[in-house]
């Protein structure tokens, strides 16, 4: 038989088009395909919950599969009563937080004005009122965060059926992938759908792993140096934290905002201080021997990502579409012909380079993850 053989223009003409038209599915899409990722992301997260009633309790798929949504719903309840109740307090709190926020900025201006004798009422007059317009929006930001996690009755609806599929049908639709195939290719693509589902599996749990550890180093720092609002802003730090960049300089701004209006600006030079060491620890140890550097991707396919994200899905778009690139790079690299492509996702790291190693006790030893 023989195969249809196209020019380079022509492959690469068709590989932009073919881009673009799944993109404008993809936006279109958005109600159902947004559910569904997040469906999948949170499936491959509980996929050892369900495989341990399984195989140690002997439950059936149908009983394992609605365990681990109740467990799940368990743990969503509590996220949207906690964000829900944090910032409803917060925004009963905004008249106060804006007199206190005037009184330290006042303060401020008599300080420059007497130190450096120089006349700057005026000027600190218009940057005073943006950032009470600031101040009086922050609740929005909270709130437009929180929304993220109730975007709706249909959002939810979708989400928890993708779930129940996804997770009670994992292997008929690992069946499915394969036979696609042809059969004197099956046993190849046996052997790398079953690396990128274990590299996935140990992405989103590395993820999920990561949220955690900054969500706590966060919460620490600004418990003491006595930032209000200290839990909402580490846990807001820790989800933001899954976008790259952007997400850190947010949570960054966000929280030294409300330190400075509820306390000093050493307060808020303080938390910026902290804020550094947090993320310096975070790419530094809980990536690399978490997550991994293997599904690191670099600076411009990121910011690329984000915006996509955003104009496709909005801030759900922001957040999905990290996972979704570190995905699509773990399937490239186990495909021989697209291995180039998923190269050019990561990070330019060495061939060579030897993975770190730390004895923390006799049976206990630290290693970084590929």
Not at 123 to 140: A, E, P, V, W
Not at 273 to 290: E, K, M, R
Not at 299 to 317: C, D, K, N, V, Y
Not at 325 to 337: G, N, P, S, T
Request: with cysteine; hydrophobic share 55%.
């Amino acid at each position: 038989m023989n195969r249809l053989k196209l020019p380079f223009l022509q492959k690469l003409a068709l590989a932009v088009v073919s881009i673009i038209g799944i993109g404008y599915l993809i936006s279109l899409g958005q109600s159902i395909l947004a559910p569904f990722f997040l469906a999948f992301l949170m499936a491959m997260l509980f996929l050892p919950f369900a495989n341990f009633l399984e195989r140690k309790l002997k439950f059936p798929r149908s009983f394992s599969t609605l365990a681990s949504l109740m467990v799940l719903l368990v743990i969503l309840s509590g996220l949207i009563y906690f964000f829900s109740s944090q910032v409803a307090g917060f925004t009963n709190d905004i008249p106060k937080l804006r007199s206190q926020f005037t009184v330290v900025f006042e303060d401020l201006q008599q300080w420059v004005s007497k130190t450096f004798n120089v006349k700057i009422k005026e000027q600190f007059t218009y940057l005073d009122q943006g950032l009470n317009k600031i101040l009086s929006s922050s609740g929005l930001i909270l709130g437009f965060t929180f929304g993220i996690f109730s975007s709706g009755l249909g959002f939810l609806a979708f989400f928890i059926l993708f779930f129940i599929f996804v997770l009670n049908y994992r292997r008929l639709l690992n069946r499915f992938i394969i036979n696609v195939f042809n059969e004197k290719h099956q046993s190849s693509v046996v052997e790398a759908v079953s690396e990128v589902r274990v590299m996935t599996k140990r992405y989103i749990m590395g993820l999920f792993i990561q949220i955690i550890i900054v969500s706590v180093l966060t919460t620490i720092l600004l418990s003491i140096l006595g930032v209000k609002y200290a839990m909402l802003l580490g846990v807001l730090t820790g989800l933001l934290n899954v976008i790259p960049y952007i997400g850190i300089c947010i949570s960054l701004l966000i929280s030294c905002f409300i330190a400075f209006a509820t306390g000093t600006v050493s307060d808020c030079i303080y938390t910026a201080i902290g804020y550094i060491v947090v993320h310096a620890i975070d790419g530094n140890i809980v990536l690399p021997f978490v997550v991994g550097s293997k599904v690191k991707i670099n600076a411009l396919f990121s910011f690329i990502g984000i915006i996509i994200g955003e104009h496709l899905w909005g801030i759900s778009g922001m957040l999905l579409c990290i996972p979704a690139i570190a995905i699509i790079k773990i399937i490239f690299e186990r495909v021989e012909d697209l291995q180039a492509w998923g190269n050019l996702l990561g990070e330019d790291t060495k061939p060579d380079k030897k993975r770190r190693k730390y004895k923390i006790s006799k049976n206990i030893t630290l290693e970084e993850r590929e």
